[in-house]
């Protein structure tokens, strides 16, 4: 409390001290009538807006490729996270926070579940182990369309926790009711408690009913970050982020996994964001692929992710790209931990 605020709160102590002249006492008093009015009912609209207000973590997980980042996408109304036809894009795990005048959703989008091969995965997988128990709802992606089983040890903790569950039968567009439907039968034996809506998130079909019941289900909370924030990550986070994408779109079989995307450059001047990437793969061979004749497979991949990159900041962007080889960084602890991968 500074001393000004002090004094407001006791004239008395105040007035002695100053040795006020009487009509200096009475304006004083009347002035700490209406300030202490003021600040109770600034108060009392925070303690009313605070108790009608809901905010809460919802963590999407599922298999890989079931459309877990279209969905996050789809329910901000905002493209955040990458999303790929290949399986294994997603390797952070990426809050999106979506703001309404009374609630707070903060979604978790994280890496499709898996068994490990590679330490990369092993971190991956924490990530997802962390965000099945700090969740408030536990949202899973299942694709409909997709005959694979829900990897096992997740079905197990899915089906012993005590946080609710949704499960959304993604892909509706591709299997329609009867399709739907089929699914919904197995996940009703599956997880009992478990609540279950079919949804498309690429065509956006139910989507909106859908935030409607996470809505509904949100505790009353205030909210837990700045209502302007829209992630926990960093612009440098998602302009990486999107040259992975452009990777996984151009190159085939092992190169998109070999591949991690460092930003060692962010210079954001007022027209333009002058950035400078770096592209690490585990072989010198890797590295002919990704560069291609004459430099034109990275041209394409860069053109690309420029574009994107102009959209995502709102500006020009000059971007170079230069490629590195670093051998077995999926499996190198203090790579992975540099690359954000591992948290000790
Ligand atoms: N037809 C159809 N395709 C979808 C739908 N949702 C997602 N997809 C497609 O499925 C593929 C995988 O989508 P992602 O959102 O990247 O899936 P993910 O679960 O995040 O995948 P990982 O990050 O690899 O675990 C992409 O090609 C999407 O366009 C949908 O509702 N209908
Ligand atoms: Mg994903």
Redesign the pocket.
């Known amino acids: 409390m500074s001393p000004t605020s002090y004094q407001l709160l006791h004239p008395a102590i105040s007035n002695n001290s100053l040795k006020p002249k009487r009509t200096y006492f009475f304006y004083s008093v009347w002035g700490v009538q209406i300030y202490t009015n003021f600040v109770s009912a600034i108060q009392i609209i925070y303690f009313i807006l605070e108790n009608n207000h809901k905010a809460g973590f919802v963590n999407i997980i599922?298999?890989?490729?079931?459309?877990?980042?279209?969905?996050m996408n789809a329910l901000l109304g905002e493209k955040l996270?990458i999303?790929?036809?290949?399986?294994?894009?997603?390797r952070h795990r990426i809050m999106g926070i979506l703001n309404g005048d009374d609630y707070q959703i903060v979604y978790s989008?994280t890496?499709?579940v898996l068994d490990p091969k590679y330490k990369l995965h092993e971190g991956m997988m924490k990530t997802v182990g962390t965000a099945l128990i700090d969740a408030d709802l536990i949202m899973l992606?299942v694709d409909a369309?997709d005959k694979a089983p829900l990897h096992k040890a997740t079905l197990e903790k899915i089906q012993k926790t005590e946080v609710p569950v949704f499960v959304v039968l993604?892909?509706?567009?591709?299997v329609g009711n009867d399709g739907s439907n089929a699914v919904f039968e197995v996940y009703k034996e599956l997880l009992p408690n478990a609540r279950i809506f079919p949804?498309?998130?690429?065509?956006k079909i139910y989507v909106k009913e859908l935030l409607a019941e996470i809505i509904a289900i949100l505790p009353a909370s205030p909210p837990y970050f700045p209502k302007d924030e829209l992630s926990d990550r960093t612009q440098r986070f998602f302009v990486a982020e999107i040259v992975r994408e452009k990777i996984f779109m151009n190159y085939d079989r092992e190169i998109p996994y070999s591949c991690e995307v460092m930003v060692e450059e962010y210079i954001d001047e007022p027209e333009i964001a002058r950035i400078r990437v770096l592209i690490i793969t585990e072989r010198e061979s890797q590295k002919r692929i990704l560069i291609g004749h004459q430099g034109g497979s990275l041209k394409r991949v860069g053109t690309q992710a420029r574009k994107d990159m102009e959209s995502f900041v709102g500006k020009k962007v000059f971007l170079q790209m230069f490629v590195k080889v670093d051998e077995n960084w999926r499996n190198d602890l203090g790579r992975l931990k540099s690359f954000g991968y591992w948290e000790s």
């Open positions: 599922g298999n890989p490729n079931a459309g877990k980042s279209t969905l996270s999303v790929t036809p290949k399986a294994q894009t997603t989008d890496p499709g992606v369309s993604n892909k509706f567009d591709l949804v498309s998130a690429l065509e």
